[in-house]
């Protein structure tokens, strides 16, 4: 059940004095800053001055400042899920308009209402004396957040520390200062300009009867702010499963572990989802139909997020990523420093989609302390490389190797040699293949043909060169182009790996003017290709390379398939 209606600021901020507003501990710190601030402030004023400069009594504009999505939880507060950094700044505006109210020395009954206005969506209790407690309708859980109390404390008192950083202060001192500029330049537009932000503007309430819900509806609308993701939530779950004595240093870790995905150019939720079928692949689980994280990791009631080698494990996953994706060597680890395996891990990342990673995360998490991992890491590594290959050129789609994967996860957690074979696949079909490969293999099979030839990996910035041009372009016309077969072009034959630059411009002797620029290279492999061809690229040549690198191809197919143990 969902409940959706729309409010003025006034009626929805007074719904929390029976269900006060809760930030929760998944959430992350109040981030609003002076832009945002400012700029809420200003479109609330030209809102007010443009409806008031109509001289219409009659009018019914109204400003929407957006929804804010909750539910209420079992301890009866509205859990905000989506629209803290609004509601907050709302306090904080009302609060500052309140504290300026209360400095005016004449005072007439206009400033008695507005007060009174203010006092019950800022307080729970009525305020009948200056020493009162005032119980607010808002407060933050955010872990580790210093500000949660600072919050607090200024919707009760309204005065900051004399030196404040927090975002909390800066930006309620900030609307302190909007406010006593509205009210030196234009004093009866500041009363008019608080009437519309507490009856004019409006806010859309979606209240869902669940946290999953909740957060269902939030990445449906996609409304404004930083998303929540499902590592928020996660890290709040195992924040509040510690005892108090465990809680900074899982804080510590989290902010590593977070340092090393931003690394690594991952998020940590991505990490969390290949964690998933680490531990699916632990439970025998090759089921392919695919549950989302929050869901998986929910079940009975988030405990394989309370393993004690969660972190650890990510960690783990995160060292492999540095090795991939940085060429990083790791400490105590000589696996990392081989070459061979490093060109395999490099290979792998070409590959279309990314079911190549969990294989790869799940041996690597697996088998990590055998005294033979280095050794038959390798050979896992080419036997997996050649069967993704292969099953991509029969079948260019994701299902071509779904199914084998996911079995294949659950073989890894029971044998240091697991069998990867997803389907016998003829090699006279693959030879044919080959030569004309779906066009997201070529990196692939361009990286296993280079690194048969070379030590040195490619460069992080290569693109694709096509050696014998698809057209004519100024300054080159070749009439033979006229009779190249497009296969031809297209054909693995024609391509080779090149530093990223920016397109050549080819003079009457085009391949020529091409081949100075691979003498320049700093990829042997083109330094080579360039040195043995001097005369015209042809569509001979073509044939000749098409065949030379479907053989070689071939050869690694058999030659790996050969060397792995069963």
Sequence with gaps: MMKIEQLNVKQFLETGREEPFLVPDYQRPYSWGEEEIVTLFNDLLLFTEGDVSKKNKNSNDTYFLGTVISFKNENGEQEIIDGQQRITSLFLLLRAIYTKLKTFSKKTNLYDELLSEIEPILWKNVIKSEGAVKNVLISSSVINDEGNNILKGILENGVTK???NDRYSLNYTLFQRLFDGLVYENPGLMFEFVRYVLNRTLICPIITESQEGALNIFSTLNTRGMPLSESDIFKAKIYNFLDDSQKNRFIERWKELTEKAEYVNEDIQQIFYYYMFYLRALDGDSATTTIGIRKYFSQNNFAK?????????LNSILDLWAVVV??????????????????????????PNEFWKYPVIIYYLVHK????????????????TIEL???YLVKPTVLAVKAGILKLNVEITKKLSPPVTFQNLPLDSLKTKLRLPSKNLFKMTLKMMVYNFQEELLPDKWEIEQIYPSKSVEGFNDKALETVSKDYLDSIGNKIPFEKRSTIRASKDYFQKKRILYLRSQIPY???FATKHVTHWNVEDIKKRNEFITEEIMRLFISWSGDYEF
Excluded: G, H, T
């Design 162 to 164: 004399e030196v404040a």
């Design 326 to 351: 940085k060429k990083q060597s790791l400490e105590n680890a000589k696996w990392s420093k081989n070459n061979q395996i490093i060109k395999m891990l490099d290979v792998l990342s070409s590959y």
């Design 389 to 391: 290959v292969a099953n």
């Design 526 to 528: 083109v330094k080579e």
């Design 369 to 384: 302390e055998n005294p033979e991992f280095e050794k038959r890491f390798l050979k896992f590594l080419k036997k997996l």
């Design 305 to 313: 997020l309370f393993n004690k080698s969660l972190l650890k494990d």
